[in-house]
Structures are given as structure tokens and as C-alpha cells.
């Protein structure tokens, strides 16, 4: 599976974004998605999760309430609609196709080259 994420860019706090992920392949609908970032001299983070039908769902605690992941199987596509950004949530975003809806990356095969949000205050 290959990913390639898009969407990102700057925006105020306060402000909107949605991230897309294109996936090629015909096995995408067997693949739980997630959404990581890494924000400057950090570690990469889990911010969200998918299940391959779309019906499980996870947030990061720092995200949950403002984000929301969403796939369309019939496009190869997975989502990430950020809300009420804050300064905080400027990262490169990450793709990652998987074995199951987790918070940890080890079990996440394959990985988009990432796409830069950045949240002026």
C-alpha cells in the first residue's frame, strides 16, 4: 500500500483543516488507517484511528472532541477534519495503514511521507 497525504498548510488557532489520504492498492478496505503527527524536537504521536470497516473509532486524548477520522473504502481515501486548532497542533501529519485500530505505531506497515499543518496563534 502506498499513502500520500495532502491538505495541510497554515492556518489561525481557532481556525479548520482537512487532511486527506489517497491509498493505492486494491487491499485498502482490509487496512485499519491512523493519523500520527510530530510536532519540531518531539517524538511522533498517535492522533487517531480507523477500522478497516469504519465503524471504530480512537482519539488522542489532545485531540479528541476537535478531530474526527473518517474513510471512503470506495475512493481509497481516509480523512482527518481538524476543528478549533491551536498552536499546539502544528506537526507534520502522517498516514499509516495497519493490522488494527491501535495508538502504537509498531503496528501500523505502511507510512505516508507526511504533510505539514502549521497553526499561527
Known amino acids: 500500500v502506498q499513502l500520500v497525504e495532502s491538505g495541510g498548510g497554515l492556518v489561525q488557532a481557532g481556525g479548520s483543516l482537512t487532511l486527506s489520504c489517497a491509498a493505492s492498492?486494491?487491499?485498502?478496505?482490509?487496512?485499519?488507517m491512523g493519523w500520527f503527527r510530530q510536532a519540531p524536537g518531539k517524538d511522533r504521536e498517535f492522533a487517531a484511528t480507523?477500522?478497516?470497516?469504519?465503524?471504530?473509532?480512537d482519539y488522542a486524548v489532545s485531540v479528541a472532541g476537535r478531530f474526527t477520522i473518517s474513510r471512503d473504502n470506495s475512493k481509497n481515501m481516509v480523512y482527518l477534519r481538524m476543528n478549533s486548532l491551536k498552536a499546539e497542533d502544528t506537526a507534520v501529519y502522517y498516514c499509516?495503514?495497519?493490522?488494527?485500530?491501535?495508538?502504537?505505531?509498531?503496528?501500523?506497515?505502511?507510512w505516508g511521507q507526511g504533510t505539514q499543518v502549521t497553526v499561527s496563534s
Open positions: 492498492g486494491r487491499a485498502f478496505s482490509l487496512y485499519d
Open positions: 499509516a495503514a495497519g493490522r488494527r485500530p491501535s495508538r502504537a505505531d509498531d503496528d501500523y506497515d505502511f
Open positions: 480507523i477500522s478497516s470497516s469504519g465503524g471504530t473509532t
